[in-house]
């Protein structure tokens, strides 16, 4: 099974490319090597990270942490998926 892990921020005002930047850094040091990471970026400062892992649902996988609370306006939103189908 495949099932990625969504984590979504939004910088704090100005530290749009500093939000980019930190979570570039966190996603290469996971305490596991994910199958696939994506870093997308949206506007007002938004940032997305998807990583794919081959897992159960609800397998112990290492996540992105909170970013310290100056660098973002509100708590990260996470979400975990399964994967249903590919084109």
């Known amino acids: 099974?495949?099932?990625?892990?969504?984590?979504?921020?939004?910088?704090?005002?100005g530290r749009g490319?500093?939000?980019?930047?930190w979570a570039r850094a966190r996603a290469r040091v996971l305490?596991?090597?994910?199958?696939?990471?994506?870093?997308?970026?949206a506007p007002q400062d938004r940032v997305l990270v998807l990583t794919w892992w081959d897992a159960r649902f609800d397998a112990d996988l290492p996540e992105l942490p909170e970013p310290e609370a100056g660098l973002?306006?509100?708590?990260?939103?996470r979400w975990r998926f399964e994967s249903v189908d590919v084109a």
């Open 17 to 21: 490319a500093e939000l980019l930047e």
């Open 31 to 41: 305490a596991a090597e994910p199958v696939r990471t994506e870093i997308l970026r």
């Open 72 to 77: 973002i306006t509100r708590a990260v939103h």
């Open 1 to 13: 099974m495949t099932v990625v892990l969504m984590w979504e921020a939004r910088a704090a005002e």
